[in-house]
């Protein structure tokens, strides 16, 4: 036999690459000072482009697995690692520009960004719930301290407490039920369990099934999906704006990926009990986020909701429990991913005399003043509602369309028409921006990277209906690769 | 000639995008944008002039018809193409255009450039809906309508334009999101969103499915139409919206709805369209008689013939679901007529809004006096809308009723009531406007109308007594489409067994062998 670890470690280069980088950066940040925030970062950068190159040519690849069966690697986990590193590098390149402007411009953020990729990265490789559980807190607490990171001004220091108490509850219940699991199967890698499940003919056992709750709860906090979503909208609404795009994309990505290969593969047999507690969770986050959406004044908190109902249409499509279904989650989260990086670099972009403002009423008559953001603004929020021809609508539909393959009827229903009262907000947005006389416009300034990244973003979703085939490829793809799958 | 029909759509998106972008970098500005609009739509008004002149009126069949990949792995195609009742739609639409170019031309002065991009995207979207032929592009096109239209109403609208604004989009969305599952259960069921290719296969659907299907499509259609009581939000968005946006809404964004039953409900699922045709007929009448009710209170020009378009589209409908050719003709030379005369309609409220600034009936009266040409051309379109013999108006209506009572006789009973009364609400309003003493001083002041004026009436006034006159000039293209409709709506349990097993056989390869043409041309003529 091959030297084995030399083979394994091949299979695990990006994240061990991106480890070392992260590290090496953080010494030479330590060694440095503050004085090397813009070098770190532009590293940062440098090294996720990198780690890209190492992972793009396995896609399509042979499901492969390594250590003992505690990591896996297959088309699934690599699609989702690239969404993940697209997103940590854009936020990055958002966040060089406009870090400075914030007053928290240090080399730590750069790191602890590319920590909580690490963490992502090595969670949607599990195959074992150990191995979920270490990347889930790496990456959980790199992200723990990254809400806090404006730590002069109160709300971020109350977002990351409020985070880190609330996450730290639902690390331990995923871990309780992580043990229940254990005790009941007597294992803790996926590929084992889903072994025994499916031999076992009597059926799941009890106590098997609590822990699988356990650990869906557990994931349903991670995702911040109803009701376990109270952490959101403070959460989103303290931390610092580059923050909160990064909490928006990368984390939420990453758990709703590893909760679909958990539910997929050693829970396959339990889809009856899953499906029922999906079906719920869906409908209600669907309806909070858009209820729950209306009355905000803050556009912070808006979209905080807004990504609540959004998690909820995501769910729909784990609901139906096939291979249709992922495929369309994968779809609904690349094209989130681009949708929420834009919004929240919108956000950025409202401010006075370089303060980051942040109410709705601050975007009166955008489209008069400023009308390129506005317009750009305008097509994100179509996006977001639903509207097509923009990208958000073809999320949506491929994620009915595997629901209603599934028969899930009364939850399709229920979604449309959720989707129409989440319309009213996101209109509301365009109203106050194209209808209402103008206030005191906005800074003019729009760093030129940062206006890159919106280009992208903007093209992306505008045009996404043109040419949707690599996307729409790359997640076939994936979704082929998750082997419990039907 | 074979892309011609994605150029139509193209057409008005590049000249949206030249309009806006260039717009702000010349100095000539605003009369920049109007000049590249109108020219943009007179463009794309000859090149539907040209499809019109190459179109076979003597087939049934999709033509100019175009099929590129678009979704890959799903049965899921950019394929366009027309038959001869979308070719009536896209001319309607292409003709309108420059109508409501000119009639912006000088009451619209902010944001000009803005506005006239969205006109042109708003065109392409609209002759894009009209020409899908694939489910998921029409849902594309059918949604995408609603934001320049929100726009419209909501930046350049009346007092109450927001609330107006909302309403209109939040309305029709709830309505068409349920149209996507039934969109998404037949592109399940059968794996394919190819509309031909439907239309064969989904008749073979179980009643009760058929039956959900239908509701789910009803409900959409019927807010676009809009039936009662889904027109709540008509009557706001017509009043509230700039004049060009309440002539696109009247004469255009309406006939979506109908094209939609003649396209989708009927064909495709006709078990239930039957199921359900007294219970349409019932909505219907409703709408003929009280919407016509209110349009008579009414103090408000523009509501009132807002009331009188629900009260109009009523008969589409009801012919709509009489199944036969006359019915179904009658419904699609209505529509059109309504289209060129509600427009035509909503245009004169806006002359003389223009002049005076108020739309209250009471403030108006013997504009005769000032404005002879005014008052004529005023004459013309009260006259269509009420059905008078001689003009378009009475064509259409004419066919529903003697469809509608080859149907249902008693629905034809209702029906004709909305026509006394249609008379009633035109005549008296043109009365008080038009005729009497001049009351308000200000009306002495009133202008008459000027050339540009003019230039967009003229057209309006030959069409609109062209097909009274002759209305064979669009049901002689439009007979072998409908006579599909009508073979396809037919309850035969054999064609139902034949359509299943003849999947592989040509597009639309069974058609009768008598076509019924023949009788409806005479019908026609009248």
């Known amino acids: ?486 | 000639m074979e892309n011609i029909l994605t150029a139509l759509i193209a057409l008005p998106v590049v000249g949206a995008t030249l309009t806006y972008v260039l717009g702000r970098n010349i100095d000539l500005g605003d009369n920049f944008a109007r000049w590249s609009a109108l020219l943009t739509t007179l463009a794309t008004f000859a090149l539907s002039l040209v499809m019109a002149a190459n179109f076979d009126g003597s087939s049934a069949e999709f033509q100019f018809a175009e099929k590129l990949n678009w979704f890959k792995g799903y049965e899921i195609y950019y394929h366009v193409g027309i038959d001869g009742i979308s070719l009536w739609m896209v001319l309607l639409t292409t003709f309108l255009m420059p109508i409501c170019i000119l009639c912006s031309w000088e009451s619209i002065t902010t944001r000009v450039r803005e506005f006239m991009a969205l006109f042109l995207l708003l065109e392409a979207l609209v002759i894009g809906v009209f020409v899908s032929l694939d489910l998921l592009l029409f849902y594309l096109f059918f949604e995408a309508v609603l934001i320049p239209m929100y726009l419209i109403i909501g930046i350049w609208g009346g007092q109450n334009r927001i609330y107006a604004a909302y309403k209109f989009f939040l309305y029709t969305l709830a309505g068409s999101v349920l149209f996507l599952l039934a969109l998404l259960y037949l592109y399940f069921t059968f794996g394919t969103t190819d509309i031909p290719t439907l239309m064969e296969q989904a008749p073979s659907l179980s009643l009760e499915i058929q039956k959900y299907l239908w509701l789910a499509m009803f409900v959409s259609f019927a807010v676009k139409v809009p039936m009662w009581p889904f027109h709540t939000w008509l009557p706001d968005a017509h009043v509230q919206a700039p004049t060009a946006g309440s002539v696109i809404l009247a004469g255009i964004l309406l006939k979506l709805g109908g094209y939609g039953f003649l396209r989708f409900s009927l064909p495709m699922l006709p078990e239930a369209s039957h199921a359900f045709a007294d219970y349409v007929f019932v909505l219907s009448i409703i709408a003929v008689v009280y919407t016509s009710l209110v349009a008579l209170v009414q103090e408000d020009m523009k509501k009132l013939i807002a009331y009188s378009s629900v009260a109009h589209m009523g008969f589409v409908t009801i012919g709509a679901f009489s199944f036969n050719q006359q019915g179904l003709e009658g419904a699609m030379i209505q529509m059109v007529s309504h289209g060129l005369v509600s427009g035509a309609l909503f245009l004169c409220v806006g002359v003389i809004y223009d002049r005076l600034h108020t739309r209250d009936i009471a403030k108006y009266g013997g504009v005769v006096n000032v404005m002879p040409y005014y008052a004529a051309t005023f004459m013309v379109f009260t006259m269509a809308s009420a059905g008078l013999p001689g003009t378009s108006g009475f064509v259409g209506e004419i066919l529903v009723i003697v469809g509608s009572y080859q149907a249902a006789a008693w629905a034809t009973v209702g029906a004709a009531t909305g026509l006394v009364l249609g008379a009633a609400y035109m005549l008296w309003l043109y009365r008080r406007v038009v005729f009497g003493e001049i009351t308000n001083e200000e009306v002495k002041h009133m202008k008459d109308m000027n050339v540009r004026e003019h230039l967009y009436f003229v057209p309006l006034i030959a069409l609109v007594l062209w097909l009274g006159v002759y209305p064979s000039t669009i049901s002689s293209s439009l007979a072998p489409s409908i006579a599909k409709v009508v073979e396809q709506v037919k309850l035969t349990p054999a064609k139902v067994v034949s359509a299943v097993t003849q999947e592989t056989n040509a597009e639309m390869g069974n058609l009768p062998e008598t076509l019924p043409e023949a009788e409806t041309q005479d019908e026609g003529h009248e």
């Open chain 1, 1 to 486: 036999m091959l030297p084995i670890p030399v083979l394994e470690a091949t299979l695990f280069m990006p994240e061990v690459f991106l480890l070392v980088s992260a590290i090496i950066l953080l010494m030479l940040g330590a060694f440095m000072g503050s004085k090397s925030a813009l070098g770190v970062t532009l590293l940062s950068v440098f090294s996720l482009v990198l780690a890209l190159n190492i992972i793009a040519p396995s896609l399509g690849e042979e499901r492969v697995f390594a250590f003992d069966d505690l990591f896996v690697r297959d088309t699934f986990s690599q699609y989702v690692k690239l969404l993940i590193m697209v997103s940590a590098g854009l936020v990055l390149i958002i966040g060089k520009a406009w870090l400075r402007h914030d007053h928290v411009q240090k080399f730590e953020f750069p790191v602890l960004v590319l920590f909580a990729t690490v963490g992502s990265m090595v969670m949607v490789s599990a195959n074992d719930l150990l191995t979920l559980y270490i990347g889930l807190e790496l990456s959980s607490l790199a992200l723990y301290v990254l809400a806090s990171f404006d730590r002069d001004n109160a709300r971020s220091s109350e977002a990351g407490l409020k985070y880190f108490v609330l996450g730290a509850l639902a690390s331990g219940m995923m871990l309780f039920g992580a043990s229940l699991v254990y005790g009941y199967t007597g294992s803790t890698n996926f590929s084992a369990i889903a072994t025994l499940f499916g031999e076992d003919q009597v059926g799941v056992a009890h106590g098997a099934i609590i822990g699988m709750v356990l650990i869906t709860v557990g994931f349903c906090f991670k995702i911040s999906a109803v009701p376990f979503h109270m952490w959101t909208p403070d959460v989103y609404q303290g931390s610092p704006t580059v923050v909160t795009m990064f909490f928006a994309t990368a984390p939420k990505i990453a758990a709703m990926a590893v909760f679909i290969r958990v539910l997929t593969e050693p829970f396959a047999e339990m889809l009856p009990d899953w499906q029922v507690i999906l079906q719920i969770t869906a409908i209600l986050s669907m309806a909070v986020g858009a209820f729950g959406a209306m009355m905000q004044t803050s556009i912070k908190r808006l979209l905080a909701y807004g990504s609540i109902g959004h998690i909820g249409y995501a769910l729909v499509g784990v609901a139906a429990g096939t291979s249709e279904g992922i495929k369309a989650v994968l779809i609904y989260l690349t094209l989130y991913l681009f949708m929420a990086i834009g919004t929240f670099g919108f956000v950025l972009l409202m401010r006075r005399n370089g303060e980051q403002v942040e109410e709705l009423t601050d975007l009166a008559g955008l489209a008069k003043s400023r009308p390129r953001p506005a317009l750009f603004m305008l097509i994100m929020m179509f996006s977001m509602a639903g509207i097509p021809p923009f990208a958000g609508f073809f999320g949506k539909m491929f994620v009915f369309l595997s629901a209603i393959e599934a028969g899930l009827y009364t939850l399709s229903i229920i979604g449309v028409l959720t989707s129409v009262v989440a319309a009213f907000y996101y209109l509301k947005v365009v109203k106050i921006m194209y209808f209402d006389e103008p206030g005191e416009p906005i800074d003019r300034y729009i760093p030129f990277v940062a206006g890159v990244v919106l280009m992208i973003c903007a093209l992306v979703t505008a045009l996404f209906f043109l040419y949707p085939t690599p996307i729409l490829n790359a997640a076939t793809l994936a979704a082929g690769s998750l082997v419990g799958s039907v």
